[in-house]
Nanobody, 124 residues
Framework: QVQLVESGGGLVQAGGSLRLSCVASGRTFSGYAMGWFRQAPGKEREFVAAIKWSSGTTNYADSVKGRFTISRDNAKSTVYLQMNSLKPEDTAVYYC?????????????????WGQGTQVTVSS
């Protein structure tokens, strides 16, 4: 059974940094795309970044390009989201997701597995 466990969220001032981690277990993830999504209060869940587990190919939402970096550590079965230059509008619950044979720009509905989420709050 696939499990995704996020950590690393918290409260940070605008301009600060956080690194989110997502530990994946339950199977090998070659052929999978791993995504980060976020949902702010009263808003729909939105795509943040994705990475192909095997190739390392990445994709980012325009709103985070140049500030966020997604990466993975195969040995640790962990996907990271390094978030720099954080803004108040980045405040949301951040979710890790996994989907087999999912395109790098796929919508959240294409992902099969989800973590429980981790709260990121950026104060102004």
């Amino acid at each position: 059974q696939v499990q995704l466990v996020e950590s690393g969220g918290g409260l940070v001032q605008a301009g600060g940094s956080l690194r989110l981690s997502c530990v994946a277990s339950g199977r090998t993830f070659s052929g999978y795309a791993m995504g980060w999504f976020r949902q702010a209060p009263g808003k729909e869940r939105e795509f943040v970044a994705a990475i192909k587990w095997s190739s390392g190919t990445t994709n980012y939402a325009d709103s985070v390009k140049g500030r966020f970096t997604i990466s993975r550590d195969n040995a640790k079965s962990t996907v990271y989201l390094q978030m720099n230059s954080l803004k108040p509008e980045d405040t949301a619950v951040y979710y890790c997701a996994a989907g087999k044979f999912v395109a790098i720009d796929a919508a959240d509905s294409e992902y099969s597995y989800w973590g429980q989420g981790t709260q990121v709050t950026v104060s102004s």
